[in-house]
């Protein structure tokens, strides 16, 4: 088989890329490890900056977000008991949207279908092959066959875990990274969300998020010692510490039920450079990894599609070689902005083990400033919705 750019994953970053490069007529194939229906089970991001709704409605993918989503003018960050508003459409005219990322890959994959976009699902032991010459190949096992794909370009958008990453030889890459010393603890609930709006709230006993999906469909997380395991968490344990975490009167509003998702999820920052290596490119969480507290992880991935695609476009449909060739300078420019703020975020929201009675006094002098700041919540909702591509 031969195709023009071959895309390693078929999670947002890969969907989303395939997508746009089918409207612009360029060929793509996606190799993607797991089931569909596997991909499609993920409960992960739930908030899109604006620059990705505009990318969505671009690759025609727009429509069920527009009509489900719920576009959010601000959020709310709590400390000592008492929450204050961000007031993004006010601060900076942007907003967000709410909509989850399960979603996105649904809308993305069903437009992929429509398309008759090449999917191939289940394939094993991928393989990148000649990545430093100018006729690279990936070969992969399907149903016990060996198959190989010749192309032009390989995306890597397979992962913090996937094997484009590893493709690039150690004398190349580099990587920088800050393990944080506690996870999340998340669950998914049938329940009405507790807030019109997001809750981040900052507390001596942890960090807290309130969130949704939908006004029926709750997602809610609270910060846990990494040695936890979620079988130590009951339903009502996790509802008794949400409620000590959020401000009183969010907790008497908050409505329980039955978690129908409970998992904790480690938290990292990850960067690994060049996102390009001969005709390979790193794409999404195969070249970066955020903490969730800033909202940035799939919004990172649309933003490295946005860089790629438009130098993928410029090189077939305008013989134009330079965005390809300054992918990587282009997208880690936006990639280290997203992980100072998801970085700035964590700091400023989490219970640091070793940061004692001054550290949090610190925590909450910060967050006493933003509330009487113009300027300082400004800073705060420009780096949320999205600084610019
Ligand atoms: P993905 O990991 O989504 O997709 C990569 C795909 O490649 C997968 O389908 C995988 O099966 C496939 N793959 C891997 N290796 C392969 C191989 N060798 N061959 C073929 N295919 C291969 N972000 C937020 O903004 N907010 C959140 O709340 C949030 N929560 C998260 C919770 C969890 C548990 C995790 C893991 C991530 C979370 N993220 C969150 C980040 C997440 O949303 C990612 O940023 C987003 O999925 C990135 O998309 P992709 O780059 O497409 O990578
Ligand atoms: C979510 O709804 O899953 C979510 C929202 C905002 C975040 C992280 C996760 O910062």
């Known amino acids: 088989?031969?195709?023009?750019?071959?895309?390693?994953?078929?999670?947002?970053?890969?969907?989303?890329?395939?997508?746009?490069?089918?409207?612009?007529?360029?060929?793509?194939?996606?190799?993607?490890?797991?089931?569909?229906?596997?991909?499609?089970?993920?409960?992960?991001?739930?908030?899109?900056?604006?620059?990705?709704?505009?990318?969505?409605?671009?690759?025609?993918?727009?429509?069920?977000?527009?009509?489900?989503g719920l576009p959010h003018e601000g959020t709310y960050l709590s400390a000592q008991n008492r929450g204050f508003r961000i007031d993004f459409q006010d601060l900076v005219g942007k907003k967000v949207m709410v909509y989850g990322q399960t979603e996105v890959t649904h809308d993305l994959y069903d437009a992929r279908d429509k398309l008759g976009g090449v999917v191939i699902d289940e394939a094993e032991g991928v393989r990148p092959h000649d990545l430093d010459t100018e006729a690279p190949y990936v070969t992969y096992t399907k149903d016990g066959t060996e198959h190989r794909i010749d192309c032009d370009f390989v995306a890597g958008c397979d992962?913090?875990?996937?094997?484009?990453?590893?493709?690039?030889?150690d004398s190349v890459l580099q990587t920088f990274?800050?393990?944080?010393?506690?996870?999340?603890?998340?669950?998914?609930?049938?329940?009405?969300?507790?807030?019109?709006?997001?809750?981040?709230?900052?507390?001596?006993?942890?960090?807290?998020?309130?969130?949704?999906?939908?006004?029926?469909?709750?997602?809610?997380?609270?910060?846990?010692?990494?040695?936890?395991?979620?079988e130590q968490w009951s339903d009502d344990a996790f509802w008794d510490e949400l409620r000590r975490r959020i401000p009183a009167d969010a907790a008497e509003r908050l409505v329980t039920g039955p978690s129908i998702e409970k998992s904790i999820a480690p938290l990292r920052s990850f960067v690994a450079e060049p996102?390009?290596?001969?005709?390979?490119?790193?794409?999404?969480?195969?070249?970066?990894?955020?903490?969730?507290?800033?909202?940035?992880?799939?919004?990172?991935?649309?933003?490295?599609?946005?860089?790629?695609?438009?130098?993928?476009?410029?090189?077939?449909?305008?013989?134009?070689?330079?965005?390809?060739?300054?992918?990587?300078?282009?997208?880690?420019?936006?990639?280290?902005?997203?992980?100072?703020?998801?970085?700035?975020?964590?700091?400023?929201?989490?219970?640091?083990p070793d940061q004692g009675g001054f550290g949090q006094r610190m925590q909450e002098s910060e967050l006493a400033y933003l509330e009487m700041s113009r300027s300082a919540r400004t800073t705060m909702a420009e780096n949320y919705v999205g600084l610019p591509f």
């Open 1 to 68: 088989m031969r195709t023009q750019v071959c895309i390693i994953g078929g999670g947002p970053a890969g969907l989303l890329l395939s997508q746009l490069l089918h409207l612009d007529g360029i060929d793509s194939v996606i190799l993607e490890r797991r089931s569909r229906d596997y991909v499609l089970g993920r409960i992960r991001a739930g908030v899109l900056e604006w620059g990705s709704v505009e990318m969505l409605r671009k690759a025609q993918v727009g429509a069920r977000m527009e009509r489900e």
């Open 159 to 169: 992962g913090y875990h996937g094997v484009s990453r590893q493709s690039i030889p």
């Open 177 to 230: 990274e800050r393990v944080y010393p506690f996870g999340w603890l998340g669950v998914l609930s049938q329940t009405p969300p507790v807030s019109e709006e997001l809750i981040y709230a900052n507390h001596e006993r942890g960090f807290a998020l309130c969130s949704m999906r939908n006004p029926k469909l709750s997602r809610y997380y609270v910060q846990v010692p990494l040695d936890d395991k979620v």
């Open 275 to 352: 996102m390009k290596w001969g005709r390979l490119f790193l794409v999404g969480d195969a070249a970066h990894i955020v903490p969730p507290t800033g909202a940035k992880g799939l919004n990172l991935a649309v933003s490295d599609v946005h860089y790629l695609h438009e130098g993928l476009r410029a090189h077939y449909n305008d013989g134009e070689p330079e965005g390809v060739e300054r992918y990587s300078e282009r997208a880690l420019a936006r990639v280290w902005q997203s992980e100072r703020f998801s970085w700035q975020m964590t700091s400023l929201l989490h219970r640091f």
